[in-house]
């Protein structure tokens, strides 16, 4: 049964797009069997707009339901882990506790300081290049995590393209969390591979060793193929996804990852019987395709066109199996973080100003010359992950060290025509914890939505908008994200159960707003000084689906 549904769903190209149905009658005041939580990786509130007249499968269908076309990842940081952290959470990174992907400890014993997101860093061996997968730095429960606890029947499911993605859905308490590796799908270290993930496994290995002789160009991407080159004889801008067989980097930057991750997770409410029971039961599912396509192509060429169109065609086959199956279930779709276009494609698209970032702002390059500068040499001042974001102090340094690195640091960053500001911890320390519409926040609110003092830097940089924080792109990266400007932070938030009545609010709203929307749905109280969100009232008109509104 699970090969017939895997060879339905993966590689869909040819199937036809099931049109929505015509609205049911209202919803019923019950519990839904199955929550469905998707996050699609840098799928900006812009890429969602931008399509949305041309949408005719499942993005259609979560467009007619209730629509946050401006949701905020409001925080600062606005990558991967933290974002990802808040969807289920309710809560911002600063209270999660996942202020980056990646950030630094330098008081920890191994040799490699820096931790990532989603590690354990205490593991024997280990580095934050060759980690023991973890949960162990989210500090606070997921929804899944809450419904176990109130009822340890629930089963909670998570899976995604990234391990960070499926762990920050998932939570501490979830029953399966599965991320694609280099050879398949796996999960934490000694987890036992069952039947269902052999198959799935073999059914991933089947489809890489057929080549991908590419994806038909859609209509709407037409004016969009021409191509971009970002220098060292790459060009962008004209993919169609042609992949060799065998070749698993190809098949992870395309549309073909998350067509497999939506198999995978059909099977798996299939094989558990997910939403079929008495209790509800919730899957999160991770789909990371956009993500690498926006960072090895940038957002607005042929690529990324593709993938929407292709997002778009594979979620309405997904939703269509669950349909058949007859499934009560209540979904919710959104992203970690936004994205920005590469600068050589925005200077031809009207925006001359766009620049990629200058190498001098790497931390390495900014330690060496705030040592020249001071005269403290013999060691590394500044630690950081990349030309934005925190920056930490080598704790070694005498106070009176630490103030002359931290005055020249400040500065030479502030005297810099590509910052927009530098703030100390001590500065962001005392901001309150931000409140309010999300769309009208301070850098520096955005930046206490981020801090933790356990985790957070001696100084955040924040750089102005339309500076790429990539130097030379070479061969890989050409676009990214994490800044603090509305590409990065916006997003779409839908939310879609048959027999909803539709309806759309343009006002901004947080991801961290989700978790209790989604709690609400299916009764289950939280205390409110537990998240940093609120519950979002489904219901259009008359009504409220939030218990206290």
């Known amino acids: 049964m699970f090969k017939k549904v895997l060879a339905a769903l993966i590689l869909t190209s040819a199937a036809p797009v099931i049109a929505q149905q015509a609205a049911a009658p209202a919803p019923s005041a019950s519990a839904p069997r199955l929550i469905v939580a998707i996050a699609v990786d840098q799928f900006s509130a812009d890429l969602f707009s931008e399509y949305r007249p041309f949408y005719t499968g499942g993005l259609k269908r979560l467009s007619e339901g209730a629509v946050f076309p401006r949701g905020y990842q409001s925080h600062a940081a606005t990558e991967t882990c933290p974002g990802h952290s808040t969807i289920l959470t309710g809560s911002r990174p600063s209270r999660t506790g996942i202020i980056a992907n990646n950030w630094f400890d330098l008081k920890a014993s191994r040799t490699d300081k820096q931790v990532y997101c989603a590690e354990d860093e205490s593991q024997p061996g280990t580095s934050s290049g060759n980690y023991a997968a973890s949960p162990i730095h989210l500090r606070v429960p997921t929804l899944g995590d809450r419904m176990k606890a109130a009822n340890p029947s629930t089963r909670s499911v998570s899976i995604a393209g990234k391990d960070r993605a499926a762990i920050m859905l998932g939570g501490a308490r979830a029953d399966h969390v599965w991320w694609l590796g280099p050879k398949g799908y796996v999960s934490y270290p000694g987890v036992p591979v069952p039947p269902l993930v052999q198959q799935v496994n073999r ?76 209790q509800t039961d919730i899957i999160s599912i991770g789909l990371s395709a956009t993500d690498y396509i926006g960072h090895s192509y940038g957002t607005e060429g042929t690529e990324s066109c593709i993938q929407v169109d292709r997002l778009d065609r594979e979620l309405g086959v997904f939703f269509d199996h669950l349909d058949r199956m007859g499934i009560d279930y209540a979904v919710v779709l959104t992203a970690d973080h936004g994205g920005h276009d590469l600068p050589e494609r925005h200077r031809q698209n009207a925006m001359p100003m766009e620049q990629r970032v200058d190498p001098a702002l790497m931390p390495r390059a900014l330690s060496q010359e705030v040592a020249t500068r001071t005269g403290i040499s013999g060691k590394t001042l500044i630690y950081g992950d990349g030309p934005s974001g925190d920056l930490y102090f080598d ?107 539709a309806f759309e609010q343009p006002l901004g709203v947080e991801t961290a707003d989700i978790m209790p929307t989604l709690a609400a749905l299916i009764h289950l109280p939280v205390p409110k000084d537990q998240i940093d969100g609120r519950c979002l009232d489904l219901i259009a008109g008359e009504g409220s689906s939030c218990p206290d509104q």
Not at 433 to 460: I, T, V, Y
């Open 203 to 278: 059914a991933y290995e089947q489809r890489l060793a057929q080549a991908n002789p590419g994806f038909e160009l859609p209509a709407q991407c037409v004016a969009k193929d021409f191509p971009v080159s970002v220098g060292n004889g790459k060009t962008v801008g004209t993919g169609r996804f042609q992949r060799e067989a065998g070749d698993a980097r190809a098949f992870r930057v395309s549309p073909e990852q998350d067509a497999m991750t939506l198999a995978f997770a059909m099977a798996a409410i299939q094989s558990m019987s997910l939403g079929q029971q008495a």
């Open 395 to 501: 704790p070694g340094l005498s106070p009176a060290e630490r103030a002359r690195v931290e005055a020249a640091a400040l500065a030479l960053l502030r005297a810099h025509p590509q910052v927009e500001t530098v703030f100390t911890r001590a500065q962001i320390a005392a901001a309150p914890s931000p409140s309010g519409p999300p769309e009208s926040w301070s850098l520096l609110q955005e930046a206490r939505a981020s801090f933790d003092p356990e985790r957070s830097g001696d100084l955040l940089l924040l750089l102005k908008p339309r500076i790429t924080p990539i130097a030379n792109p070479g061969t890989g990266y050409v676009a990214t994200h994490g800044s603090p400007w509305d590409t990065d932070r916006r997003v779409p938030i839908l939310f879609w159960r048959k027999g909803i009545r």
